[in-house]
């Protein structure tokens, strides 16, 4: 089944490890392979992952990106997942980080990554983060 990518202009994303720019046209671009893609909104630089969730999403991220080298992420996920289990009483949340386990050990990156954004959701809820950009509220007001 085909993947069509509705692109803004100038917008970035990743196509099988290649960062691709839209031109200055809105555009169109149609996969009609399997492909890593992710957009710029979802793509995390190592220095951006500063929470809990976060640091689950990063490596997880990595994973999907460079899914023949997945091994190499995923014992950094293991310890960054238990880090945030350790702290989180909430039994949805707690669930959602099992259903991310289960999706990294059937080789279902996109949707473990797709999963580890309502982890930063739930965290920055609870933090007072503006979920988009992840600033503080109180920084992001003033």
């Known amino acids: 089944m085909p993947l069509k990518l509705s692109l803004k202009p100038g917008e970035k994303f990743v196509l099988n ?3 691709v720019q839209n031109g200055d046209r809105r ?5 009609q392979n399997k492909a890593s893609v992710l957009r710029e909104k979802d793509i995390m630089q190592a220095e951006d992952a500063t929470s809990p969730a976060r ?12 899914e023949a080298g997945a091994a190499r992420y995923y014992d950094e996920f293991v310890k960054r997942v238990g ?20 999706h990294l050990l059937a080789r279902e990156y996109y949707k473990a990554l797709m999963a580890c954004r309502k982890l930063i959701e739930y965290e ?3 933090i007072g983060q503006n979920v988009v950009t992840g ?4 920084r992001a007001a003033g």
């Open 83 to 102: 880090e945030f289990m350790g702290v989180i009483r909430n039994p949805d949340v707690l669930a959602e980080c099992v259903g991310i386990s289960k």
């Open 124 to 126: 920055d809820e609870r």
């Open 17 to 19: 490890g290649a960062v």
């Open 55 to 66: 640091r689950v999403y990063f490596p997880v991220m990595m994973m999907y990106l460079d």
């Open 27 to 31: 555009g169109v671009l149609v996969l």
């Open 135 to 138: 600033v503080p509220a109180s």
